[in-house]
């Protein structure tokens, strides 16, 4: 365009010294007028290679508005041009240096599509590299922080010990719940108490327990059953009966606790992992200054399985703790039972030991 207009200012000084030539009559003469037409048609020829030469230049600057200052760099040759009035080649003057700016500027058009596409394909690759490989759950265990990998391993852990009591007392009690409903058996329908005891003679379980703990407590009051009442003997079989009913309670009641602590922890164990998660997460965001999903996906990830690992360890363990407490009133029951029936048994020895007494008065 500074070529145009520096173009535009030497013909406007051409067609000035023309019309002053025109000015003069007494100077035209034939060879002059001659010379006068030569001039105009080497002026006309000028602004036609001039405006053939700007015009495509300044089309290329229209469709590259982003890169001007190349295309307007080959313009300062333009002063060239002034010169051009008295010499016969100022047109080819000013169309030299212009004919470089087209193999100048074909290069630049054709280098920045290239850098453009370029661009595109350093995003998804970029992209790719954010997102994350692995989301199934050990490959989100491997990926997590410290202090999560240390919750996920503890509620595991609980998961394991919930599973491992549940088998456990699982077999226990059913055992001992068989055990006392034979001892609760044979007792009801033995009619003494030296007959239970031939029955149960080699058994193990409560129920023989507490029978042999009644016949010793007979034996140790034979002496005294003679000369005193048996409401004495009565309450100390109960005693004892009572007491080994309740440690037969206790033994089977043992591990539930853990149960308990798990079923009311582990909630809360997970609810720590997602919080120290969700923390990562955040810390990722203020990080990497982006809210891209690839960001933040990873520390929730986290979070929600330490959530889903506690809830995984807390339901079972509230469910089998309440199977348990159910079972174990239930077997509690039983030695209630057997325990009755081992002081009726007692009670009816002592009133067959008094009746020869009374028959003999």
């Given amino acids: 365009m500074r070529r145009a207009v520096s173009g535009s200012r030497a013909d406007g000084g051409i067609s000035s010294r023309f019309d002053t030539s025109r000015l003069a009559p007494q100077e035209r003469t034939p060879d002059r007028q001659e010379k006068l037409v030569l001039r105009r048609l080497i002026f006309a020829a000028a602004i036609i290679s001039s405006a053939a030469v700007c015009l495509p230049a300044a089309g290329l600057a229209q469709q590259e508005p982003v890169n001007p200052a190349p295309s307007a760099q080959p313009a300062t040759p333009a002063p060239s041009a002034e010169p051009a009035p008295p010499a016969m080649t100022a047109p080819g003057a000013t169309t030299a240096p212009a004919a470089p700016a087209q193999p100048q500027a074909a290069p630049e058009a054709s280098s920045t599509p290239g850098a453009e596409a370029a661009a595109p394909a350093a995003e998804p690759s970029a992209v790719e590299l954010n997102l994350p490989h692995d ?33 456990a007392k699982s077999l226990e009690l059913a055992g001992a719940v068989m055990r006392a409903r034979r001892a609760v058996a044979i007792i009801v329908g033995a009619r003494s108490l030296s007959e239970a005891s031939r029955q149960l003679n080699g058994r193990g379980g409560a129920g023989a327990l507490l029978l042999r703990a009644a016949e010793q407590e007979v034996e140790m009051s034979a ?66 200054q982006t809210t891209n999903l690839a960001v933040v996906a ?24 309440n199977v348990f407490a159910r079972s174990i009133t239930g077997y509690r029951q039983v030695l209630a039972d057997a325990s009755a029936g081992v002081e009726r048994l007692v009670s009816r020895d002592l009133d067959f030991r008094h009746l020869p007494v009374r028959a003999a008065a």
């Avoid at 759950?137 to 595991?156: H, S």
């Fill in 135 to 167: 989301l199934s759950p050990w490959g989100m265990f491997m990926a997590a922080d410290i202090v999560v990998k240390g919750v996920m391993i503890g509620l595991a852990f609980a998961s394991l010990v919930t599973w491992t009591v549940w088998l």
């Fill in 223 to 288: 002496a005294a059953i003679d000369h005193a009442k048996g409401d004495g003997l009565k309450e100390r079989v109960s005693s004892r009966l009572s007491r080994i009913e309740a440690q037969a309670g206790r033994r089977m009641s043992r591990g539930t606790g853990v149960l308990a602590t798990i079923g009311s922890t582990a909630p809360f164990v997970g609810l720590f992992g997602t919080v120290w998660g969700i923390m990562n997460a955040f810390i990722g965001i203020s990080e990497s």
């Fill in 298 to 321: 990873p520390g929730i990830a986290e979070a929600l399985l330490a959530t889903a690992l506690g809830l995984v360890a807390a339901i079972p363990a509230v469910v089998i703790y």
